[in-house]
């Protein structure tokens, strides 16, 4: 079946440092791909997403490039922030369904 | 505008007892989507309901788990005798359409069960 594998975490950084959260995924056809960001004692909210191949999606620094010949949608940012702290999770929307990567938990020290 | 609510946040119950948990979806939002989240884990989808349908139940336990989503009133998800392996945090989600091509789904800050 359908599957999302992302990297392993918990992921410390320092403020200001480069961000790369892996994503790769399973699935038959072309599934929609997003990034939900989980902060602490909240619900998950939608971060970005790609439709299509070669689809960007960004949203507050944060960018992820869907690519059909990888399977992946790598999440980066350019200069992580202490609020960016939180649980970030990859997921695609396959016949009806959110399927979710585990998640991986960043922190970022001043 | 409120978002979806989810309570109550925290619920305790021993091994045998009834959980009830509730949603609320956002305003005007008629499909409602329950997700479970085991210690290390991602979402797991469980069901999905319309107004008094339940559409696809493929994640749900087979037994001891109910859902509803009445005409009035909040979804209700149902666990009878718990266990404690049903510990986790279970999330509603909302939307405005139907899943047919996606929509965005609005989550709740979930409920989180401890099963003593």
């Known amino acids: 079946g359908d599957s999302v594998t992302q990297m392993e975490g918990p992921v410390t950084l320092s403020e200001e440092a480069f961000l790369t959260i892996n994503c790769t995924y399973t699935a038959t056809g072309y599934p929609s791909l997003f990034w939900y960001v989980q902060y602490p004692g909240e619900g998950l909210q939608l971060l970005l997403k790609?439709?299509?191949?070669?689809d960007k999606g960004s949203n507050k620094g944060f960018e992820a490039t869907y690519r059909k010949e990888t399977t992946s949608f790598h999440l980066e940012k350019g200069s992580v922030q202490v609020s960016d702290s939180a649980v970030y999770f990859c997921a695609l929307y396959s016949q009806g369904n959110l399927i979710f990567g585990k998640g991986t938990k960043l922190s970022v020290k001043p | 505008n409120a978002g979806v609510m989810q309570n109550p946040r925290h619920l305790v119950r021993r091994r045998g007892q009834e959980a009830r948990l509730r949603c609320s979806p956002m305003?005007?939002?008629?499909?409602v989507y329950w997700y479970r989240q085991l210690p290390e884990e991602g979402l797991k989808f469980m069901v999905y309901l319309q107004k008094e349908n339940i559409i696809d139940e493929s994640g749900m336990p087979k037994e001891r788990f109910s859902a509803e989503f009445p005409k009035e009133g909040p979804s209700i998800l149902r666990i009878q005798q718990v266990v404690r392996g049903d510990s986790a945090a279970y999330f509603c989600?909302?939307?405005?359409?139907?899943?047919?091509?996606?929509?965005?789904?609005?989550f709740g800050p979930g409920t989180r069960l401890t099963v003593l």
């Open positions: 989600a909302s939307s405005l359409q139907t899943p047919s091509s996606y929509n965005e789904q609005f």
């Open positions: 305003k005007g939002h008629s499909h």
């Open positions: 790609a439709t299509k191949a070669d």
